[in-house]
């Protein structure tokens, strides 16, 4: 039974009615409640649960840090960095950077990032080869997503090294992670990529995002946002604090997993001719120390059976700190842009030291 002309013009002016209250509401907390820090950075993602790797940045997005001013853009490949061509130009040695957050620069200009910083480095150190530094880096990624992006997408570039960026997060329940970098419906996420599948945290994130075009203009509103994370379950202040806590004395199960990935990713690169190489970031409160840490010895004690250069950065930092009260990092993980070009200069000097870097002598003093 058909609506009357009545009732259907009551409903016309209820549904109007609903639009515009719906559309002051999503104007006022638009300029009332300003986009924080990770809101802004999660637009620069998009889900692919078609592929392994879950999500990626989107290529040709672009959005500015509203507490720093920094501005991040997405190259039309998917990546912070400037456009490369996906074959290699002739004489060229080209190494790729896969990493999380640290890789892609949080909080620091494209220019200040230790891929770039690398980059402009061997130029002038070389005897005429030409050097390339690729930054593929995805914020929030851990080793199982940088692995299967390995396979997916960096080998296809035909890089000469891949240098892999190790953070002490890799070790943490990555759910939180990947939904801080996003926000969006990843759906399950595979068990292995959890470093203990028997330790991982109930998410306490969104609850699932309408998918379609639902999907998307509740992403670019204010007003879906909330009411998503209004939505979402609770969890206690201790789930959240286990989740994020740094692993500094990781499981034998967690370091096992570890070693599994890191073999896996450079048994891919020998495949395709290219080597692999771990750079472990220390975290802001080892500075303080003066000895061997446990999760650096285990790293590079897996490298020496595993025949894999690791390259720890802890050294050059507390040097850095000893040498400066400049701050290294802009909290406990995230290197300034002081910090960047510590670890780049590290880097050099490790890579030089092993002979990865054909062309380039040192005399081995780091």
């Known amino acids: 039974m058909g609506l009357g002309q009545g009732a259907l013009r009551r409903l016309v002016a209820a549904l109007v009615a609903a639009v515009v209250t719906l559309g002051l509401v999503e104007a006022v907390l638009r300029i009332a409640v300003p986009p924080s820090v990770s809101q802004a950075l999660r637009g620069l993602h998009r889900a692919v649960p078609e592929q392994p790797w879950l999500y990626e940045l989107a290529p040709g997005e672009q959005r500015r840090d509203p507490a720093t001013g920094v501005e991040y ?3 039309r490949a998917g990546f912070r960095d400037r456009t490369r061509d996906r074959v290699k130009p002739d004489g060229t040695f080209r190494i790729a950077v896969v990493g999380d957050s640290l890789t892609f620069g949080y909080g620091v200009a494209l220019d200040a990032t230790f891929a770039a910083l690398l980059e402009q480095r061997l130029p002038r ?38 240098l892999v960026q190790f953070c002490i997060n ?42 379609g075009l639902a999907g998307r203009l509740c992403s670019v509103s204010r007003l879906c946002e909330r009411a998503t994370h209004a939505l979402a379950p609770a969890t206690g202040h ?9 692993h500094e004395s990781p ?10 990935i890191y073999r896996g990713m450079a048994d891919d690169a020998r495949a395709r001719g290219a080597k692999l190489a771990v750079v472990v970031f220390p975290w802001e409160t080892q500075l303080a120390g003066t000895g061997p840490e446990p999760l650096q010895e285990a790293l590079a004690t897996f490298g020496e059976r595993a025949g894999i250069l690791v390259i720890d ?48 002598a040192t005399d081995c003093v780091q």
């Open 170 to 211: 890799d070790l943490n329940d990555p759910t939180l992670h990947f939904d801080a970098s996003t926000m969006l419906a990843l759906g399950a996420i595979p068990v292995e990529a959890f470093p203990d599948p028997s330790a991982r945290v109930v998410h306490p994130g969104s609850a699932p995002s309408p998918g």
């Open 125 to 162: 150190e070389h005897g005429g080869r030409g050097f390339q530094v690729l930054n593929l880096g995805v914020s929030g990624y851990n080793p199982y997503t940088e692995a299967a992006l390995l396979r997916g997408v960096v080998l296809g570039y035909a890089p000469d090294l891949v």
């Open 238 to 246: 201790a789930d959240l604090v286990a989740a994020l806590a740094p």
């Open 251 to 260: 499981s034998d199960a967690e370091l096992a997993w570890l070693g599994r």
């Open 73 to 75: 853009s997405v190259n």
């Open 313 to 360: 950065l802890l050294p050059a930092f507390r040097r850095a700190a000893a040498e400066s009260a400049e701050p290294l990092f802009l909290d406990l993980w995230h290197p300034t842009a002081r910090g960047h070009a510590v670890a780049a200069d590290a880097i050099f000097a490790a890579l030089a030291c092993a002979g990865a870097l054909p062309g380039v």
